[in-house]
């Protein structure tokens, strides 16, 4: 015979144990986020990150072949275009301290030309579209881009998004087990997963600031005016207004306008110590490489 409360409704005697599991769960997850710290080789901050440096480098190693693929391949080994990113793409490498750094950077230039977007992969691996490519003019505008990316791969993101990513799972399974009352009625982890995406995001937005001030103080040391980047939003600006173009870079990175206003009060912060141009034109560099 059931146990029924005084308006004779089944009493659920298991809500407190799904409850105690719940909090379990929640508990290993959290210790399990709080144990995987390492110091960041380059900037020497502790963080709680997913892979270790050689395990970052080895996923963007084994990733980068099925990542172009999927946007339609790389340009030719031959292509002056591809020179004059990897050119860039160099110096700006030549200006980090990478005595202890185990990152291998090289870049990438996808021959897709509808798509607006550049991305990094954990390691070193880094791509730009030349739907992207066409819209930059100077040589400050690509650093610009390159070294924004550079700072995703320095400040580890992927393996910080990685290790905050298990650790919502483990939110979301606990929440779906605590709240779950026998029934097939999935509306406390639809809540819990949307929770656990929202606390994604606006980690994710700030990754994308700091890596903005990377590309900033990545132009300078290279002796190009970081307020290039300015330029570079305004023509991602520009970009979203063709219908016909895909910005993919919008499906990750903030809006133009807010890093704009981050970027001016950056520069206003830290104004470069020495005039600086935007530097060659794109159209010269890829001249010269041509021969």
Not at 182 to 194: D, E, Q, R, Y
Request: proline share 4%; charged share 20%.
């Amino acid at each position: 015979m059931g146990i029924f409360d005084q308006n004779q409704q089944p009493v659920n005697r298991g809500g407190s144990g799904r409850w105690i599991i719940a909090i379990c769960i929640a508990l290993i997850g959290f210790f399990m986020y709080m144990n995987q710290v390492e110091i960041n080789p380059v900037t020497g901050e502790k963080q709680h990150v997913m892979l270790s440096p050689s395990q970052e480098v080895k996923l963007g190693l084994q990733s980068a072949p099925e990542m172009a693929r999927e946007m339609g391949g790389e340009v030719s080994a031959n292509d002056p275009r591809l020179k004059v990113v990897e050119e860039v793409g160099n110096l700006l490498v030549s200006k980090i301290e990478l005595a202890n750094s185990p990152w291998q950077f090289k870049f990438h230039l996808l021959a897709d030309t509808e798509t607006v977007n550049a991305f990094a992969l954990p390691g070193g691996q880094i791509f730009i579209t030349l739907g992207l490519y066409n819209d930059l003019k100077t040589e400050a505008q690509l650093a610009g881009v390159l070294g924004h990316e550079m700072g995703h791969v320095i400040e580890r993101h992927t393996a910080q998004q990685m290790a905050k990513s298990q650790l919502g799972q483990y939110f979301v399974t606990a929440v779906a087990t605590g709240a779950s009352d026998g029934t097939n009625n999935n509306s406390s982890v639809a809540v819990a997963a949307m929770v656990n995406q929202m606390f994604q995001l606006r980690y994710s937005r700030g990754d994308e600031s700091a890596s903005d001030i990377w590309g900033l103080k990545l132009l300078e040391k290279a002796n190009l005016d970081p307020r290039a980047m300015i330029t570079v939003m305004n023509v991602l600006k520009e970009a979203s207004k063709d219908s016909s173009r895909t910005m993919e870079m919008f499906q990750t990175h903030p809006n133009p306008d807010l890093r704009i206003q981050q970027i001016d009060a950056y520069l206003r912060e830290h104004p470069p110590a020495k005039q600086l141009t935007e530097g060659r034109s794109l159209k010269a560099m890829q001249s010269s490489s041509s021969f």
